[in-house]
C-alpha cells in the first residue's frame, strides 16, 4: 500500500521506517523543513535503537521517502497516518492544533478518497472532531475520508521492536471497511511474514500479536488508560521507597516479590527519580482534564502526579544530607536522556535536577552517551565531559540520574581513585550497595536500606 506519515517525530519516524521496512511504500512529512534535509542528507534528527539501518535500508530499496511538500505526501498516500505532537498546554489539556492542521492539510490537497490514521495521542472523541473537520474543509467533491484510531505503544529506546513485534494493535473503526484495510496494513506483522532485519539473538520470542477492534472512542481511551495506569505503578514503587526507608526494608525486595504475582507483574514497578518523557507527565494531566471535564473525579492520577513531582524534592535531600552545602561543590551527573537508550530529555528528571542544583551554586559536570548535544541547547555553559571518568574527575559527589546499562560497567576502582569525595547518588539503584560500600564508596540509593 501506498502510505504517507505526516510528522517525523519519534513515533512517525519509527511508524515510517517500520512498514517500509513490512513491504509498504512511505513518504513521510514534517512541517520541520530543517528535519527533511537532515533526513535526506542521510541522516537522523533523534536516536533510536536499530532505526538508522532500516531508514538507510528502505531509503536504498525506495521504499521511504522524505518531502517538506505535505500536500504531495497526502496526494501519494492511500493511508495517511497523523503523527504530529499533541503537547499539554498550561490549563494539562493536549493542544490539538496541530491535529486541526493537519485535518486542514488532508481535505485541502486530497484528490481522492483516503483511510485517516490516527495515531498521536488524542483525548477521547478526537476523532469524531477529526471527522467533522475533514468534512467541512474538504474541497474536492467525491474525495471521501474514513477515520480510524490506531494508538501507539512505542517505549522510547525499544521502539523499533515495539512495532515490529507488538504484544497488541489497537484499531478502533466504525465500519468494517476501514477494519479490513488496518488488517492489510499490518498483515506482514500480523501473521509475522517479513524479512525481520534485525540479529536472531535481538529478535524477541513472543506470540503473534492480537489485533484488538474497538469503536474510535474506545481506542483513544486505550492509550490513555494505559500510559496512566503505567505512571500510577511507578509512583506507587516510589511511595513504597519512602516507607521502605523509614521502616528499614528494601523496596527492590518488596516490589520483586510483588511483581511475581501475574496480576500485578514487574514491569514499571521500580522506584528510583520517577518518570519523565513526553508521553507519561502530559498524558496523565490530559487525561486528569479529561476526566474534570466528564465529571469523573479521577483524583488518584493528581496523586500520581504529586508523588513523581516529589522524587526530585527527595533526591536532593539526601544529597544535602550527604554534602551538607552544595554551593560550590563539584557534582558529576551520569545520565541526561530521560531514560536509557535515547537521546530524550523531554521532562527528563535531570533538567530539573540541573536546574535547581545550579541554583544553590553547585557545579556540574556531566556525561551521557546521547543526550548531551539536547541538553547543551537548555544549559549551553554546563560542563560536558568526554565520558564517565571525566565527570567522576575531582567530583565530591557522582550522581546517577539514567539507567544506561555502561553505567553498571564502570571500572569503579578508577571513579574511587578519580574523585575528591568517594560519595555515589545512585538515583535509579543500578549498582549493588555491599559491593560499593565494599569498595570504600558511600553510597545512597532509593528505598534501600543503608
Given at each position: 500500500?501506498?502510505i504517507?506519515?505526516?510528522?517525523?517525530?519519534?513515533?512517525?519516524?519509527?511508524?515510517g521506517?517500520c512498514l517500509?521496512?513490512i513491504?509498504?511504500?512511505?513518504?513521510?512529512t514534517?512541517?520541520?523543513?530543517?528535519?527533511?534535509h537532515?533526513?535526506?542528507?542521510?541522516?537522523?534528527p533523534?536516536y533510536e535503537?536499530?532505526?538508522?539501518?532500516i531508514?538507510?535500508r528502505?531509503?536504498?530499496?525506495?521504499?521511504?521517502t522524505?518531502?517538506?511538500?505535505?500536500g504531495?505526501a497526502?496526494r501519494?498516500?492511500?493511508?495517511v497516518?497523523?503523527?504530529v505532537g499533541?503537547?499539554?498546554?498550561?490549563t494539562?489539556d493536549?493542544?490539538?492544533?496541530a491535529i486541526?492542521?493537519v485535518?486542514?492539510?488532508?481535505?485541502?490537497?486530497?484528490r481522492s478518497?483516503?483511510l485517516?490514521?490516527?495515531k498521536?495521542?488524542?483525548?477521547v472523541?478526537?476523532g469524531?472532531?477529526?471527522?467533522?473537520?475533514?468534512?467541512?474543509?474538504?474541497?474536492?467533491?467525491?474525495v471521501e475520508?474514513?477515520?480510524?484510531?490506531?494508538?501507539?505503544?512505542?517505549?522510547e529506546?525499544?521502539?523499533?521492536?515495539?512495532?515490529l513485534?507488538?504484544?497488541r494493535i489497537?484499531?478502533?473503526?466504525?465500519?468494517?471497511?476501514a477494519e479490513?484495510k488496518?488488517?492489510?496494513?499490518?498483515?506482514?506483522?500480523?501473521?509475522?511474514?517479513?524479512?525481520?532485519?534485525?540479529p536472531?539473538?535481538m529478535?524477541?520470542k513472543v506470540?503473534?500479536p492480537?489485533l484488538?477492534?474497538t469503536?474510535?472512542?474506545?481506542a483513544?481511551l486505550i492509550?490513555h488508560?494505559?500510559?496512566?495506569?503505567?505512571?500510577?505503578?511507578?509512583?506507587?514503587?516510589?511511595?513504597?521507597?519512602d516507607?521502605?526507608?523509614r521502616?528499614?526494608a528494601?523496596v527492590?525486595?518488596?516490589?520483586?516479590a510483588m511483581?511475581?504475582?501475574?496480576?500485578i507483574?514487574?514491569?514499571?514497578?521500580?522506584?528510583?527519580?520517577?518518570?519523565?518523557?513526553?508521553?507519561l507527565?502530559?498524558?496523565?494531566?490530559?487525561f486528569?482534564?479529561?476526566a474534570e471535564?466528564?465529571?469523573?473525579?479521577?483524583?488518584?492520577?493528581?496523586?500520581?502526579e504529586?508523588?513523581?513531582k516529589?522524587?526530585?524534592?527527595?533526591?536532593?535531600e539526601?544529597?544535602r544530607?550527604?554534602?551538607?552545602?552544595l554551593?560550590?561543590k563539584q557534582?558529576?551527573?551520569?545520565?541526561?536522556a530521560?531514560k536509557a537508550?535515547?537521546?530524550?530529555?523531554?521532562?527528563?528528571p535531570?533538567?530539573?535536577?540541573?536546574?535547581r542544583l545550579l541554583?544553590?551554586g553547585?557545579k556540574?559536570?556531566?556525561y551521557d552517551?546521547?543526550?548531551m548535544e539536547?541538553?547543551r541547547a537548555?544549559?549551553p555553559n554546563?560542563r560536558y565531559?568526554?565520558?564517565?571518568?571525566a565527570?567522576?574527575?575531582?567530583?565530591?559527589?557522582?550522581?546517577i540520574?539514567?539507567e544506561?546499562?555502561?553505567?553498571?560497567?564502570?571500572?569503579?576502582?578508577?571513579?574511587?581513585?578519580?574523585?575528591?569525595?568517594?560519595?555515589?547518588?545512585?538515583?535509579r539503584?543500578?549498582l549493588d550497595?555491599a559491593?560499593?560500600?565494599?569498595?570504600?564508596?558511600?553510597?545512597?540509593?532509593?528505598?534501600?536500606?543503608?
Amino acid at each position: 500500500m501506498k502510505i504517507a506519515v505526516i510528522g517525523c517525530g519519534y513515533v512517525g519516524l519509527v511508524t515510517g521506517a517500520c512498514l517500509a521496512e513490512i513491504g509498504h511504500h512511505v513518504v513521510c512529512t514534517d512541517n520541520d523543513e530543517a528535519k527533511i534535509h537532515t533526513l535526506n542528507a542521510g541522516k537522523l534528527p533523534i536516536y533510536e535503537a536499530e532505526l538508522d539501518g532500516i531508514v538507510a535500508r528502505t531509503r536504498a530499496d525506495g521504499r521511504l521517502t522524505f518531502t517538506a511538500n505535505a500536500g504531495e505526501a497526502v496526494r501519494t498516500g492511500e493511508a495517511v497516518f497523523i503523527c504530529v505532537g499533541t503537547p499539554p498546554l498550561e490549563t494539562g489539556d493536549a493542544d490539538l492544533s496541530a491535529i486541526d492542521n493537519v485535518a486542514r492539510l488532508i481535505a485541502t490537497e486530497a484528490r481522492s478518497s483516503k483511510l485517516v490514521i490516527e495515531k498521536s495521542t488524542v483525548p477521547v472523541q478526537t476523532g469524531q472532531q477529526l471527522k467533522r473537520a475533514l468534512a467541512v474543509y474538504g474541497r474536492h467533491g467525491g474525495v471521501e475520508f474514513q477515520v480510524v484510531s490506531n494508538p501507539e505503544f512505542l517505549r522510547e529506546g525499544t521502539a523499533v521492536l515495539d512495532f515490529l513485534y507488538p504484544d497488541r494493535i489497537v484499531v478502533g473503526v466504525d465500519n468494517g471497511e476501514a477494519e479490513k484495510k488496518l488488517r492489510e496494513i499490518y498483515r506482514p506483522i500480523l501473521d509475522r511474514s517479513f524479512k525481520c532485519p534485525l540479529p536472531d539473538a535481538m529478535r524477541p520470542k513472543v506470540p503473534l500479536p492480537t489485533l484488538i477492534v474497538t469503536t474510535i472512542n474506545s481506542a483513544e481511551l486505550i492509550k490513555h488508560a494505559s500510559n496512566s495506569f503505567l505512571a500510577l505503578k511507578i509512583s506507587y514503587a516510589n511511595a513504597l521507597a519512602d516507607l521502605c526507608e523509614r521502616l528499614n526494608a528494601n523496596v527492590e525486595e518488596v516490589t520483586r516479590a510483588m511483581g511475581m504475582d501475574p496480576r500485578i507483574g514487574p514491569q514499571f514497578l521500580k522506584a528510583g527519580l520517577g518518570f519523565g518523557g513526553f508521553c507519561l507527565p502530559k498524558d496523565v494531566q490530559a487525561f486528569i482534564r479529561l476526566a474534570e471535564k466528564a465529571g469523573v473525579d479521577f483524583t488518584l492520577l493528581k496523586e500520581v502526579e504529586r508523588i513523581n513531582k516529589r522524587r526530585i524534592d527527595h533526591y536532593l535531600e539526601i544529597t544535602r544530607h550527604a554534602l551538607w552545602v552544595l554551593k560550590d561543590k563539584q557534582i558529576g551527573m551520569l545520565g541526561l536522556a530521560f531514560k536509557a537508550n535515547t537521546d530524550d530529555i523531554r521532562f527528563a528528571p535531570a533538567m530539573d535536577l540541573i536546574k535547581r542544583l545550579l541554583a544553590e551554586g553547585a557545579k556540574i559536570a556531566a556525561y551521557d552517551p546521547e543526550a548531551m548535544e539536547r541538553t547543551r541547547a537548555l544549559y549551553p555553559n554546563l560542563r560536558y565531559t568526554k565520558d564517565e571518568y571525566a565527570a567522576a574527575e575531582g567530583a565530591e559527589a557522582l550522581m546517577i540520574v539514567t539507567e544506561w546499562t555502561q553505567f553498571k560497567q564502570l571500572d569503579w576502582e578508577r571513579v574511587y581513585k578519580a574523585m575528591a569525595r568517594p560519595l555515589i547518588l545512585d538515583g535509579r539503584n543500578l549498582l549493588d550497595p555491599a559491593k560499593m560500600r565494599g569498595m570504600g564508596f558511600e553510597y545512597h540509593s532509593v528505598g534501600r536500606p543503608e
